[in-house]
């Protein structure tokens, strides 16, 4: 049988465009040499202050980047290529603890910008930009397209997504003001934008209301976390606008069981949206947030390899066909991760 999860992507709009490429920490490379992309992850979070003064007990410093090349490797070995780091400020970005992850370990790692809070900025935000006390240009602009057009704190690392929040507190006024700033970067770089969201408030609709606003094509927009609903009407509504969607948390059988999801996206499958689903975890080699072992006791699945090795065998006995799972995970993220030259209508 044809490996679900190859690696030889069919031609599209995203392979055809002569001169595209996607950044990675390794550098730049064509979209036909991403393959079998998990588009929602994360390698290391964590909470700077609170990791300086108050390190995690689980937390392995002198063995975590041999830990995340391990996991990684393993991903390469059940046919997976490409891996999109999601961890954005607010969640404990560190490219340079990453670098060498990046360097040995055999898939592709794509860094992200943006920013990560469903409420306020910190304090900084407050007197920076403009009309504030230090006037100026919006820092948050400058951060995200300085990440995406030259490097990621001093080195060479080049963002190839934005990343955006909206949960139960609605989009806020600093929120707004993250998601803005994501817009122009969006706008000016041709960087696709993929959301935290909340299925249960279908706060996906305001994201989309929000961004579309603001010029952002909505086919350049990922609703993130679709999977934890079964409300298939609204996740229509979603792709129907034009977005993709992250059915992203396989493995957080806390929120809801992977059966269940799997079947969430079969019955979408059944209606004809293999072209705008992405699949992957939302999860972590570690977390400050749910560490080890609160994972291996609540969300033992919760791992890179769940996808090869339990969910996508789940799909096909359910019916999704080997070109499916293609189109969701090879082609659809090929087409997303491509940068789009700016419209002008």
Same mark, same amino acid.
């Given at each position: ?12 709009? =995203? ?19 991403? @393959? ?6 994360? +390698? ?34 059940? @046919?997976?290529?490409?891996? +999109? ?10 490219? =340079? ?43 948050? &602009? ?5 990440? &995406?057009?030259?490097? &990621? ?6 963002? @190839? ?24 970067? =969006?706008?000016?770089? *041709?960087?696709? &934008? ?26 350049? +927009?990922?609703?993130?976390?679709? *999977? ?22 396989? @493995? ?53 390899? /769940?996808?090869?090795?339990?969910? +996508? ?18 082609? /659809?993220? =090929? ?11």
């Amino acid at each position: 049988m044809t490996d679900p999860l190859r690696t030889d992507p069919r031609g599209d709009s =995203a392979q055809e465009r002569p001169g595209a490429v996607v950044q990675t920490f390794r550098g730049p490379v064509h979209p036909d040499q991403l @393959g079998t992309t998990l588009v929602h992850e994360h +390698v290391f979070v964590g909470s700077p202050e609170l990791d300086l003064n108050h390190p995690h007990p689980e937390w392995e410093p002198d063995t975590a980047v041999d830990r995340a090349v391990t996991a990684l490797t393993r991903l390469r070995d059940l @046919g997976v290529r490409t891996v +999109v780091d999601l961890t954005v400020l607010g969640l404990g970005r560190d490219v =340079a603890r990453l670098v060498p992850v990046a360097e040995r370990a055999p898939v592709h790692l794509i860094a992200s910008t943006g920013y990560y809070t469903a409420n306020v900025l910190p304090p900084f935000f407050r007197t920076h930009g403009p009309g504030l006390l230090v006037d100026g240009p919006d820092p948050l &602009i400058e951060f995200f397209l300085h990440d &995406i057009e030259e490097g &990621i704190a001093g080195t060479a690392v080049r963002a @190839g997504m934005l990343k955006v929040v909206t949960d139960e507190e609605g989009i806020t006024e600093d929120v707004a003001r993250v998601m803005t700033a994501a817009a122009v970067a =969006a706008q000016q770089t *041709g960087v696709p &934008i993929t959301t935290h969201s909340r299925p249960a408030l279908r706060n996906g609709l305001d994201q989309q209301a929000f961004l579309q606003k603001r010029g952002v094509p909505l086919d350049r +927009v990922v609703i993130g976390h679709s *999977g934890d609903t079964e409300d298939l009407t609204y996740l229509r509504v979603l792709m129907d606008a034009g977005s993709t969607i992250g059915m992203d948390r396989f @493995g957080m059988e806390h929120v809801l069981p992977d059966e269940r999801r799997v079947a969430t996206v079969l019955a979408l499958l059944r209606l004809g949206y293999a072209d705008r689903m992405v699949l992957s975890h939302d999860a972590a080699c570690f977390s400050r947030v749910t560490p080890p072992s609160w994972r291996a006791a609540h969300a033992p699945h919760w791992r890179f390899e /769940n996808l090869p090795t339990r969910v +996508v065998p789940m799909l096909l006995a359910g019916g999704a066909t080997e070109d499916e799972l293609h189109q969701m995970t090879v082609v /659809n993220p =090929a087409r997303l991760l491509t940068p789009h030259p700016r419209r002008t209508s």
